[in-house]
């Protein structure tokens, strides 16, 4: 079976600043690993993906993850954050590419002026 | 691209009645859906799989009677929440695999949020 930690569940920063949203995984079996970000009362929104080959994935709005085996780890960063990145974030595991998906706990990401 | 159509977004039932929610991908066939449940403030927990034309799978713990689940086309996954009671109370949410962006990819749903009274 497969699980998803996200170390922190609430991560302020100030606007213009780098952020970084830890995300560990736990599977015996190769997974795909997956950021998704949801706004208030909406559905997810998929910011980036990592399938196989470069263990660092582009995203969009800026966001960037690198995915590590050894440390089972999938963090999501970003250099310069705007207000309207506030929103709650997750990290999500699947066997394949379109299959159930297996969210952590989600981090809600809040930037102040 | 593609796009997943949830209805109702919003609805509110007397607690004994029982409530459809609808799952629609607009431009593109889904064989697959899944629904997923989520409380305030918590992540989203996978209910069950729904595949066009054969019987979901349920995840554990998930009343198969009380959370019933019909795929009866490429484009339409429904939810009935059976029975409502407060408990059930919470946002629901589906997701379909497909799209112009590859078979393989899930995309979401905007939502139903459940008020049971």
């Known amino acids: 079976a497969q699980s998803v930690t996200q170390l922190d569940s609430q991560v302020p920063v100030f606007e213009e600043a780098p952020v970084e949203l830890r995300c560990n995984y736990s599977s015996s079996v190769s997974v795909y690993l997956f950021w998704y970000v949801q706004y208030p009362n909406q559905g997810l929104q998929l910011l980036l993906k990592?399938?196989?080959?470069?263990?660092l994935v582009k995203g969009i709005n800026g966001f960037e993850a690198e995915f590590n085996k050894s440390q089972t780890s999938f963090h999501l960063r970003k250099p310069s954050v705007h207000i309207s990145d506030t929103a709650e974030y997750f990290c999500a595991v699947s066997r394949r590419e379109g299959g159930k998906l297996i969210f952590g706990q989600g981090t809600e990401l809040s930037v102040k002026p | 691209g593609a796009v997943v159509s949830q209805h109702p977004s919003w609805v509110i039932c007397k607690s004994g009645t029982s409530v459809k929610i609808e799952c629609r991908s607009l431009d593109f066939q889904a064989t697959t859906m899944f629904w997923y449940r989520q409380f305030p403030k918590q992540s989203l927990m996978l209910m069950a799989t729904?595949?066009?034309?054969?019987?979901?799978?349920?995840e554990q713990g998930v009343e198969k009677d009380k959370f019933l689940i019909n795929h009866a086309s490429l484009t339409l996954s429904t939810l009935t929440v059976t029975s409502a009671h407060p408990e059930d109370s919470s946002f629901y949410i589906c997701?379909?695999?497909?799209?112009?962006?590859?078979?393989?990819?899930?995309?979401f749903g905007a939502g139903s949020r459940l008020t049971v009274l």
């Open positions: 990592y399938l196989s080959g470069s263990t």
């Open positions: 997701s379909a695999a497909g799209g112009s962006s590859g078979a393989n990819v899930l995309t």
């Open positions: 729904s595949n066009e034309g054969s019987k979901a799978t349920y």
